[in-house]
């Protein structure tokens, strides 16, 4: 079991930047795989970005692509989301989870069931 937290959300304007934080309870073993997904109001969640904890592989949907930036910092435990160049759309409540297994090749999981462990989520909100 993991406990996750998220932090930095708030509200920008377009074109602006925010850095997501997610600490975890414990240190995340080797080779899992850590996510942020988001939701927008009256619409499914959805997949953003995943890491590879100890390989550092990542994937990002084709929406945030080139705006935003999935990193981890494996001492303290942490994942970051750093998004830039914020749009209106991107608005959302960002969640990140953890799988509970190992993923040793260079595909990672985009479907929510990969990911039992979940925070409880972070408000952002970009205005036009």
């Known amino acids: 079991q993991v406990q996750l937290v998220e932090s930095g959300g708030g509200l920008v304007q377009s074109g602006g930047s925010l850095r997501l934080s997610c600490a975890a309870s414990?240190?995340?073993?080797?080779?899992?795989?850590v996510a942020w997904f988001r939701q927008a109001p009256g619409k499914e969640r959805e997949f953003v970005t995943a890491?590879?904890?100890?390989?550092?592989?990542?994937d990002y949907a084709s929406s945030v692509k080139g705006r935003f930036t999935i990193s981890r910092d494996n001492a303290k435990n942490t994942i970051y989301l750093q998004m830039n160049s914020l749009k209106p759309e991107d608005t959302a409540v960002y969640y990140c989870?953890?799988?509970?297994?190992?993923?040793?090749?260079?595909?990672?999981?985009?479907?929510?069931?990969?990911?039992?462990?979940w925070g409880q989520g972070t408000q952002v909100t970009v205005s036009s």
């Open positions: 989870a953890v799988s509970r297994t190992t993923w040793m090749g260079y595909s990672l999981p985009r479907v929510e069931q990969e990911y039992p462990y």
């Open positions: 890491i590879n904890w100890s390989r550092g592989n990542t």
């Open positions: 414990r240190p995340i073993f080797n080779y899992i795989a």
